[in-house]
């Protein structure tokens, strides 16, 4: 059984789902590339810190995954600053520390707080749930 292809519906058309990956740690930001781009259909960007982020969010991003603590910019600080930008899409935190008030705060940017280490099976699934 073959698996369906995450699409979006932008302008009544099915395309790919685009994600930002954000986390400082190259390596792990690697293995989710993988697991992304294996088989699951995702077109996928990386940024290593904040400030990064912010240079390539924009309207065509549909999912943001935001490591918690990276440098320039922590995770917090990019999702105080969406609103001056143009992504209008989900936002999942994926990070070693467990969620606080300040994030709990922002729960209506957030779709998903994911605590490291993550299960490919579950990344995927819970990526996948916010469609």
Do not use: C
Request: aromatic share 6%; net charge negative.
């Amino acid at each position: 059984m073959q698996q369906s292809q995450p699409t979006s519906e932008r302008g009544g058309e099915a395309r790919e789902q685009t994600v930002l990956l954000a986390d400082d740690d190259e390596a792990f930001r690697e293995t989710l590339v993988i697991w992304l781009t294996g088989e699951e259909g995702w077109s996928v960007r990386e940024a290593a810190d904040g400030e990064d982020v912010l240079s390539k969010l924009d309207g065509s991003v549909d999912v943001l995954v935001l490591d918690r603590r990276m440098p320039n910019l922590s995770g917090p600080e990019v999702i105080d600053r969406l609103d001056e930008t143009a992504f209008d899409g989900d936002v999942f935190v994926l990070s070693a520390y467990q969620a606080d008030e300040h994030l709990n705060d922002d729960s209506d940017r957030i779709a998903a707080y994911v605590t490291k280490p993550v299960r490919r099976e579950e990344f995927i699934e819970r990526l996948e749930s916010g469609r």
